[in-house]
């Protein structure tokens, strides 16, 4: 299957440049292997500085920039809005360089992202979740090697290097040969994923604070077993706990809480693919607890119907049906008078919401869970038709301007955001043009993704208060929950994984099917439904990795089981 995908994906790529003609310069003339790749990037650039004083260009250039489209109902046109028009006012003006912003859709990014590139059509600035998805195209001569473009040019981009430092913008360089395929954006927030809980729900049935799983399951059950209560008319469309199709990410925090303690650095990578941990060793018995809540009739029933981007989940969630569920650390605080906790407050009462809780313990009694790490965001990438490197370099060099970072995050004074008598910035609701369809903007500040404001004291000061009508002590509360007990993954950088290549999209389909087959199965039907799922995804690519990461792992560091 990976040597078909892989074949299919050079052949529209072939076709394509073929397509182009004579009048446009193929991909692979920009890098036929990995030293071509870097000379051609020197080279352009050395050419096209003769043509820049003081940074900017004598004559006009012009780049596209990838931006998501999130498809917010009442929200901003990506491509054409308040913040659009500054960065291509601020672009124009210290770089001559004019920026056209090509909108790509956020929950398709990379079936959308593959065929752009296939087709010798992505934007000269790209933004991916996904890795492999470069490494495919790169290893067919598609992506540009930025390490000497970032390296030769450091002096002029003192933004993006104070700002991602040498962490972030070499992450992915290649130990051995020294390539770089992408960048990886900054995360100036690391909380990751918290359940949260109706609590005007746990008051009104007299139950606490969950603090346990057991405990989490108690409540569980009273909310079900209590709907007319609850719900009066609607009891029929309780949901106790609502998960996703995506049961690795939205039922992380019960996930992690079945990781050894002890796991080691060796063993997690090795099998750690992607932060479902589908092929961590503990994995199947969390799932087999939600296998037993589902036949118990504690989940969604049609929560695997329902694929990205849908949202009938969300709209059940604003009804006020769903007693708790597990997701990023601020979901129902993002977008302002459209957020969860705002529709509860309209359409239920202003003591309806849902409070962070901490319920899942390991066997260590531990609340642990997994942070991100402050790098390991976006991806940014340029593919090879890209023809202006250096005028893209200085475009990530200006998003990442600290003045530039804040008015992105706050807006106008006003129109967007307030100043408190603290100096912390309160983020107010906005209309029309100066809509953010993206919490703290990030879908333009492509390399600083959490609150920031220019300034790492404002930011601690201000992020309880980035989100508007939302209470502060609610963020806060999550944010703490979030960081309880929380570790990060250090780095491991063992250079190109190429049985990675050509399987991302495949092996997230059968790792999503897993799961929710694993789910919704007879409970007398788990273990064989789990083995021969997981037997799938291993046979499909997913053991190729394990194998290759152990090996890569064992070359640099031998027998040890953690990094030195």
């Known amino acids: 299957m990976k040597k078909f995908v892989m074949f299919l994906l050079a052949l529209a790529m072939v076709l394509a440049l073929v397509a182009c003609g004579d009048d446009e310069k193929p991909a692979n003339d920009n890098q036929s292997n990995n030293s071509s790749s870097s000379n051609s990037s020197s080279n352009t650039t050395k050419e096209e500085t003769k043509e820049v004083v003081n940074g900017k260009f004598t004559t006009k250039r012009t780049i596209t920039v990838e931006i998501y489209d999130r498809g917010n109902d009442g929200g901003s046109d990506p491509e054409n809005n308040m913040y659009t028009d500054y960065i291509k006012k601020g672009m124009l003006e210290k770089h001559n360089v004019e920026v056209v912003f090509k909108k790509v859709p956020r929950w398709t990014e990379v079936d959308d992202i593959n065929n752009l590139l296939a087709a010798n059509q992505a934007p000269d600035i790209c933004v991916t979740y996904s890795y492999p998805t470069i490494l495919t195209y790169a290893n067919m001569g598609g992506v540009l090697d930025l390490s000497k473009l970032v390296e030769d040019n450091k002096a002029d981009l003192p933004n993006l290097w104070n700002w991602l430092e040498d962490t972030n913008i070499l992450w992915d360089k290649d130990p051995d040969t020294g390539v770089l395929w992408a960048i990886e954006g900054k995360r100036n927030e690391t909380e990751r994923i918290v359940t949260f809980m109706r609590q005007d729900w746990l008051d009104k049935l007299g139950l606490k604070t969950p603090t346990t799983k057991a405990e989490f399951e108690k409540c569980l059950v009273a909310f079900r077993d209590n709907a007319k209560t609850l719900l009066g008319a609607d009891a029929d469309k309780m949901i106790p706990f609502s998960v996703s199709y995506d049961i690795g990410w939205r039922a992380s925090n019960l996930i992690e809480s079945f990781v050894d303690p002890n796991v080691t ?14 092929t961590q060793k503990s994995t199947k018995d969390a799932i087999k607890l939600l296998n037993k809540w589902y036949n118990d009739g504690l989940l969604w029933k049609d929560f695997a119907l329902y694929g990205s981007g849908d949202t009938t989940e969300d709209s059940y969630l604003k009804a006020g049906y769903v007693g708790a569920f597990t997701h990023n650390w601020d979901y129902p605080f993002r977008n302002g008078a459209d957020s969860i906790n705002a529709n509860l407050a309209r359409e239920v009462g202003p003591e309806a919401k849902f409070v962070a809780v901490d319920c899942f313990e390991n066997a260590a009694g531990e609340y642990k869970k997994w ?20 005028a893209s370099m200085y475009y990530l060099d200006f998003i990442s301007t600290p ?25 107010i609701g906005a209309t029309g043009a100066a809509i953010q369809n993206s919490g703290k903007n990030i879908d333009y500040t492509i390399t600083c993704n959490g609150t920031y404001y220019g300034d790492q004291a404002l930011a601690a000061k201000s992020k309880a208060y980035g989100y508007a009508e939302i209470d502060p002590a609610l963020v806060e509360q999550a944010s703490n929950v979030a960081r309880n007990d929380a570790v990060s993954n250090r780095n491991v950088n063992v250079g190109e994984i190429a049985a990675e290549a050509g399987v991302g999209d495949t092996l997230s389909a059968k790792r999503d099917q897993a799961y929710d087959n694993a789910v919704v199965c007879k409970v007398a039907d788990f273990d064989k439904v789990w083995n021969e799922y997981l037997n799938d995804y291993l046979a499909s690519g997913g053991q190729d990795i394990i194998d290759e990461r152990t090996q890569k792992w064992e070359k640099y560091f031998g027998s040890a089981t953690s990094q030195k």
């Open 371 to 390: 942070l991100y790490s402050s790098a390991g965001d976006r991806k940014i990438f340029f593919p090879a038709t890209n023809d202006e490197p250096l």
């Open 265 to 278: 650095e060796k063993e997690f990578y090795t099998l750690g693919f992607d932060d479902r941990m589908l």
């Open 403 to 427: 003045e530039v970072i804040a008015y992105l995050q706050m807006g106008d004074k006003g129109v967007t955001h307030e100043v408190l008598e603290s100096g912390a910035i309160q983020i």
